[in-house]
């Protein structure tokens, strides 16, 4: 894994949370981006060489509205950025780690994403990331 890429936060309304973080950081909101997908609004903050996410739900039983309704607001998930993501699911995978899809799939900011089970982690969700192909 290359670094930490971003560290995602669940929020219930992205109008509250995105003038809170761009106070909190000093820095503006660079991006918002919906993912129909995964039935989520996302904005982003630069942070040095890594980011925010912040995650709103568009629905109530998307995997965000779900998270909201058993832990509330907060930390939802780390991803670190991996220069091969089909490699490094198999690694991680060989290694015993439990990956929550088979495939990588397109996330949010061009990404190629999978996630680790927090199962397997610790309690912690895992996210690979690495830039989608052009």
């Known amino acids: 894994m ?3 890429e971003h560290i995602g936060i669940a929020v ?6 995105i003038p809170l973080f761009e106070q909190l950081l000093n820095t503006p909101c660079y991006k918002t981006e919906r ?6 609004e996302t904005a982003f903050f630069q942070v040095g060489q890594s980011k925010i996410e912040l995650l ?5 039983d998307g995997p965000i ?3 909201i309704s058993k832990k509330g607001e907060g930390i939802h998930h780390i991803a670190f950025a991996v220069e091969n993501i089909a ?4 690694r991680l995978q060989a290694l015993g780690f439990e990956l929550l899809s088979d495939e990588p799939k397109m996330g949010a900011d061009g ?5 680790l089970h ?5 309690g912690v969700l895992i996210e690979l990331c690495m830039d989608a192909p052009l």
């Open 56 to 60: 709103q739900s568009l629905s109530a």
């Open 35 to 40: 993912v129909e997908r995964e039935a989520v």
């Open 12 to 17: 219930q309304d992205l109008r509250i949370s």
């Open 111 to 115: 990404k190629l994403v999978c996630f």
């Open 2 to 4: 290359q670094h930490p």
């Open 87 to 90: 490699a490094e699911m198999k």
């Open 118 to 122: 927090p199962k397997s982690t610790n």
């Open 65 to 67: 509205g779900k998270f």
